[in-house]
């Protein structure tokens, strides 16, 4: 697919881009050549390939969940200016 000088003004218009006029001819081929990789991709046949989530196919092992740390609730909340029920209070900055 080819685009024009025109094509390009109108799409910078849509995304609301500002390209100067003498960056146009390079949007044109860039732009065009970007769509012409589309179209051979769109032409491939892949009416028998089944989608796929991974291109490797492969599961991630995964280990064991288990506590491996000890609770240290205590010795932190000892350490706390004020703690109530297991919380830290701490002084209210919003009014």
């Given at each position: 697919?080819?685009?024009?000088?025109?094509?390009?003004k109108?799409?910078?218009?849509?995304?609301?881009?500002?390209i100067?006029?003498?960056?146009?001819?390079?949007?044109?081929?860039?732009?065009?050549?970007?769509?012409?990789?589309?179209?051979?991709?769109?032409?491939?046949?892949?009416a028998?390939?089944?989608?796929?989530?991974?291109?490797?196919?492969?599961?991630?092992?995964?280990?064991?969940?288990?506590?491996?740390?000890?609770?240290?609730?205590?010795?932190?909340?000892?350490?706390?200016?004020?703690?109530?029920?297991?919380?830290?209070?701490?002084?209210?900055?919003?009014?």
């Amino acid at each position: 697919m080819s685009l024009t000088a025109a094509d390009i003004k109108k799409i910078s218009h849509l995304a609301r881009l500002a390209i100067d006029d003498a960056d146009i001819e390079q949007y044109t081929e860039n732009l065009s050549g970007i769509l012409g990789l589309v179209e051979q991709m769109e032409a491939a046949d892949v009416a028998d390939i089944e989608p796929m989530a991974n291109a490797q196919d492969a599961t991630q092992r995964l280990r064991d969940d288990v506590v491996t740390e000890t609770n240290h609730r205590e010795k932190f909340q000892a350490l706390a200016p004020v703690t109530e029920a297991g919380l830290y209070l701490v002084p209210k900055v919003l009014e």
